[in-house]
């Protein structure tokens, strides 16, 4: 089972700090030698919005005023049950620091 976990930032929040990356890279290397990682990154906070309406394609550079949050990082893994999900994204969020995390199943 796939699953996509993302860990949201909001508009106040500081920058992470070295221990984070460090901490990271570390959980990183351990999920990959486990063969559960599939990709993972840091995204960049300002990013693009793409919108249809009617027929019509817009596209829009950030940052987005209407948004509060945007995604700080994700990781794609692979997981055998439910169980070894909620234990990799604890690890996930415990890592990222205050704030919310966000889990999608993803279909193939």
């Known amino acids: 089972m796939r699953y996509l976990?993302?860990?949201?930032?909001?508009e106040n929040e500081?920058?992470?700090?070295?221990?984070?990356f460090v901490?990271?890279?570390?959980?990183?290397?351990?999920?990959?030698a486990a063969g559960i990682l599939v990709a993972t990154g840091g995204l960049d906070?300002?990013?693009m919005q793409v919108v249809a309406k009617d027929g019509e394609i817009t596209v829009t550079d950030?940052?987005?005023t209407e948004a509060?949050?945007?995604?700080?990082?994700?990781?794609?893994?692979?997981?055998?049950s439910v169980e070894e999900l909620h234990?990799?994204?604890?690890?996930?969020i415990a890592i990222t620091g205050d704030g919310v995390?966000?889990?999608h199943q993803v279909f193939s």
């Open 14 to 20: 500081t920058p992470p700090d070295e221990a984070l």
């Open 101 to 103: 995390g966000r889990i």
């Open 87 to 92: 234990e990799v994204s604890r690890r996930f």
């Open 45 to 47: 906070p300002v990013g």
């Open 23 to 32: 901490e990271m890279d570390k959980f990183v290397k351990e999920l990959s």
């Open 68 to 80: 509060k949050e945007t995604v700080g990082g994700f990781a794609l893994i692979d997981v055998r």
């Open 5 to 10: 976990m993302m860990a949201m930032r909001t």
């Open 62 to 64: 950030g940052p987005y």
